[in-house]
C-alpha cells in the first residue's frame, strides 16, 4: 500500500511540474457512491427527422351511426291557374296564370322556377331551291339554287356570288382480298305464290348453311283464300318436309284453299285438294275421300271436260261429317245411267261454277240427296242440266234433283233442261197402271232453300196414259215440294212445263196435269223479296190442265215482300194459282202479285179457260209474330191479286 500511495504520489507531482512519465496500468477499483444530480443544462439543437415508420394495421369498424329522418318528396300537383287548397308541405305545381312553378314550404309558396321572356324572333332562312340534274350551272342563278352536275359527279349550291360545292360522288375503293373459302351456303325461296308475308312482300329467301334446316315463315295471307302448306313444286304434288336438311337452292310454294263464300266452317283446316282433270283422277279422288275417315274436308279443282259411269250407291261412302267442295268451270257428264252425285248421310257436297250434265234416257235424277242430315249446295254459276229421268211404271220423281235433306241454290245456279217422262205400258183392264211423274227439276221433300238469282228453268214433267190407267198425273213441271221450300233475292221457277197426254182416244177416269211450274203436295212455300213464278205451263189432252204457276194441294202458300206470279197458262183452271181449297190448304198474302187476265206493262198477265189469277180460296193480312191476322178474303178470281202490307189494292 505505501508503494501504491508513492507512486501515486510520484505521479501526481510529476503531473504538477510537467514531466511525463509513462506507468503501468494497475486493477480498476470500486465505483464510488453517486454525486448528487446537478442542475438540467439548456436544451441542445433538435436532431434531423427520422424515416417514416411502416403503416399500422387497420382498425376495427366502428359502430353505426343512427338513421336519420325520412325528408319528404315534392308531391308534384300539375298545372293550375292558381294555388291550390289546402296545400301540405312540399306540394309543388305550375301556375299557368303566372308562368312559374312554386312550391310549399309549410308556410307559404316558395317560387321554384320563372318563366323567362320569349327571345326575339330569328331571320327567316332561305330553303335550297333543287334544280335537278345538270350537265352545267344553271343560268341566272339565284341565291340558294342547288343543282347536281352528272359530268363531275358533284353537287353544287349558289351562294349569292359563287357555286359551292355541297357534295362529291364517292370513288370507289380497291377490292379487299378474297377471304377464305367458308362452308356451302343455300338460298331457300318461299314463293307466297299470289299472297304476301307480314312483310308485304311476295317472296322471302332465307340463306342457310349445308345440311342445316330451314325455319318456317310465318305463313303468307291471300284474300278470300286460307293457306295450306308449303310445295316442292309449282304443281303442289309433294309436301316440304322442314326436318330434312337443306342441301341444294330450294324454292317452295305456297298453296291455299278458297273460301270466299264459306264453304267450310270458320277455321276448317282442309285436310286435301284434288285437281281433276279426267275421269281417272276424278276416280281416285272420289276413292281417297271415301277412305279418308270422319270429320274431314276436301276440294275437288276440276280442270278439265270429262265422263263418269253413274252409280247407284253413296258417292263418298259412309264417311260421316265429311264436307266436299266441288270447283271449276268445267263439265262432268255420266257415260252411263245412274247418278253423278248420291249424297249419304252427314255430308255436305258445294258445287261451284260447275256444270253436271245427266242423260237423255236416265232411270234416276241427276243428284240424289238421300242421306240424314246431309246437304247439297249449288254456287256461282253451277248448273244441273240434260237428264231425263224414264220409267213405264208406278212413280218417278226428280228429274235434275231429288233431295230428302238440305238443298241449297245461290248466286246464279241453275237446274236447267231436265225431264221426267212417265209412259204407261199397261195392256190389261185387270191389272192398271198408276203413274205418276214429279218435279222435272227438283223433287225435295225435305227443305229446299233458292236464294239470289238463282232459278230452275226449262224442265218438264210429262206422262201418257193407257186406257187402262186408274190414275195418271204430271205434278210440278219445274218443282215438286212435300216439305218445306223457300224463294228469297230474285229467284224464280220459269218455263217449265206439266203435261199429260194419252195414249187412246178415251181414258176411264180423270187424269191431270198440275203445276206447270211448281207443286205443293204438302209442307209450306214461301216466296220472299222479288222472287218470281213466271211463263211456266199446266196442259192437259183434255183441257184439265191446272194451277200454270202453282198448284197447292195439301199445303201452305205464303207470298210477301213484292213476290210475283205471272205469265203462266193453265188449259184448264188457274192460270196463276190454283188453290185445292181443302181443310189443310192455305193461301197467305202479305205482299205481292198474282196477275190475271188484263195486260198489265205489256207483259204482265195468266192465262186460264176461266179464274185466271186464282182457283179457289185465300186470304190477305199481316203476321203479328207467328200469328197470322187476315184483313180480308180471296176467291177464284181471273182479275189481279196484288196485296200491299196486308191490304188488297
Not at 508513492?6 to 511540474?17: E, R
Not at 294555388?83 to 310549399?104: D, E, H
Not at 270429262?306 to 265429311?322: E, K, N, W
Not at 198489265?600 to 186460264?608: E, P, T, V, Y
Request: aromatic share 8%.
Amino acid at each position: 500500500m505505501k508503494n501504491f500511495f508513492k507512486q501515486f504520489g510520484i505521479i501526481a507531482l510529476v503531473a504538477i511540474i510537467g514531466f511525463s512519465i509513462i506507468s503501468c496500468e494497475g486493477p480498476m477499483g470500486p465505483m464510488g457512491p453517486m454525486g448528487p444530480i446537478g442542475p438540467i443544462g439548456t436544451q441542445g439543437p433538435q436532431g434531423e427527422k427520422g424515416e417514416q415508420g411502416e403503416q399500422g394495421p387497420q382498425g376495427e369498424k366502428g359502430d353505426k351511426g343512427d338513421p336519420g329522418n325520412d325528408g319528404i318528396s315534392i308531391i308534384w300537383k300539375g298545372e293550375l291557374p292558381s294555388a291550390p287548397v289546402g296545400a301540405q308541405i312540399n306540394w309543388a305545381y305550375f301556375n299557368t296564370t303566372l308562368g312559374n312553378a312554386y312550391i310549399y314550404e309549410g308556410a307559404s309558396w316558395q317560387l321554384i322556377s320563372q318563366r323567362g321572356a320569349s327571345g326575339s324572333d330569328g331571320n327567316n332562312g332561305i330553303s335550297i331551291l333543287w334544280q335537278g340534274e345538270r350537265t352545267s350551272h344553271p343560268i341566272s342563278p339565284h341565291l340558294n339554287w342547288a343543282y347536281y352536275n352528272s359530268n363531275n359527279k358533284t353537287s353544287y349550291i349558289f351562294d349569292g356570288t359563287t357555286w359551292q360545292i355541297l357534295s362529291k360522288d364517292g370513288e370507289v375503293g380497291p377490292q379487299g382480298p378474297i377471304g377464305p373459302k367458308g362452308d356451302s351456303v343455300y338460298l331457300v325461296t318461299f314463293n307466297a305464290n299470289g299472297g304476301t308475308f307480314l312483310s308485304g312482300n311476295n317472296t322471302i329467301s332465307i340463306e342457310v348453311a349445308g345440311g342445316e334446316l330451314v325455319s318456317r315463315p310465318s305463313n303468307p295471307t291471300k284474300t278470300g283464300s286460307g293457306f295450306i302448306n308449303w310445295y316442292t313444286e309449282a304443281s303442289m304434288i309433294n309436301v316440304f318436309n322442314f326436318n330434312n336438311p337443306i342441301n341444294n337452292n330450294t324454292t317452295l310454294h305456297a298453296r291455299y284453299y278458297y273460301d270466299d263464300d264459306g264453304d267450310f266452317l270458320e277455321n276448317a283446316i282442309i285436310n286435301e285438294i284434288f285437281t281433276v282433270g279426267n275421269a281417272t283422277q276424278w276416280s281416285s279422288a272420289i276413292n281417297t275421300i271415301r277412305n279418308g275417315g270422319n270429320g274431314r274436308n276436301y276440294i275437288i279443282n276440276v280442270t278439265g271436260n270429262f265422263s263418269v259411269a253413274g252409280a247407284a250407291t253413296t258417292t263418298f261412302g259412309t264417311a260421316a261429317g265429311l264436307t266436299v267442295s266441288i270447283r271449276g268451270e268445267n263439265t262432268i257428264s255420266l257415260s252411263s245411267n245412274g247418278s253423278l252425285l248420291i249424297i249419304g248421310i252427314n255430308q255436305n257436297v258445294i258445287i261451284r261454277d260447275i256444270t253436271l250434265i245427266g242423260r237423255t234416257n236416265n232411270n234416276t235424277p241427276l243428284i240424289n240427296v238421300s242421306g240424314a242430315n246431309s246437304l247439297f249446295e249449288m254456287k256461282g254459276n253451277s248448273n244441273i242440266t240434260g237428264n231425263t229421268n224414264t220409267s213405264n211404271s208406278g212413280t218417278t220423281s226428280g228429274g235434275g234433283i231429288a233431295s230428302s235433306s238440305v238443298l241449297i241454290m245461290r248466286d246464279r245456279s241453275s237446274v236447267t233442261n231436265n225431264h221426267v217422262v212417265m209412259s204407261s205400258t199397261s195392256t190389261s183392264a185387270t191389272s192398271p197402271s198408276t203413274i205418276h211423274s214429279r218435279g222435272g227439276g227438283v223433287y225435295n221433300t225435305g227443305s229446299f232453300i233458292m236464294f239470289n238469282d238463282s232459278f230452275v228453268s226449262l224442265n218438264s214433267v210429262s206422262t201418257r196414259g193407257s186406257v187402262y190407267n186408274d190414275v195418271s198425273n204430271s205434278l210440278g213441271g219445274g218443282v215438286f215440294s212435300s216439305g218445306i221450300f223457300t224463294m228469297n233475292d230474285n229467284s224464280s221457277v220459269s218455263s217449265n212445263i206439266s203435261t199429260f197426254s194419252s195414249g187412246a182416244s178415251s181414258l176411264t177416269t180423270i187424269n191431270v196435269s198440275n203445276g206447270g211450274g211448281v207443286y205443293i203436295s204438302s209442307g209450306s212455300f214461301l216466296m220472299n223479296n222479288n222472287s218470281s213464278i213466271r211463263d211456266n205451263t199446266a196442259t192437259s189432252f183434255s183441257s184439265i190442265g191446272r194451277g200454270g204457276g202453282i198448284y197447292i194441294d195439301f199445303g201452305n202458300f205464303i207470298m210477301r215482300d213484292t213476290a210475283t206470279v205471272y205469265g203462266n197458262n193453265a188449259n184448264g183452271l188457274g192460270g196463276g194459282v190454283f188453290n185445292n181449297s181443302n181443310s189443310v190448304s192455305s193461301i197467305r198474302i202479305v205482299s205481292g202479285s198474282i196477275y190475271g187476265d188484263e195486260l198489265i206493262n205489256g207483259i204482265l198477265r195468266n192465262f186460264a179457260s176461266s179464274n185466271v189469277s186464282l182457283q179457289g180460296v185465300g186470304q190477305y193480312g199481316v203476321f203479328n209474330g207467328e200469328n197470322w191476322i187476315s184483313t180480308g178474303d180471296l176467291s177464284s178470281r181471273s182479275s189481279t191479286i196484288r196485296v200491299v202490307d196486308g191490304q188488297l189494292q
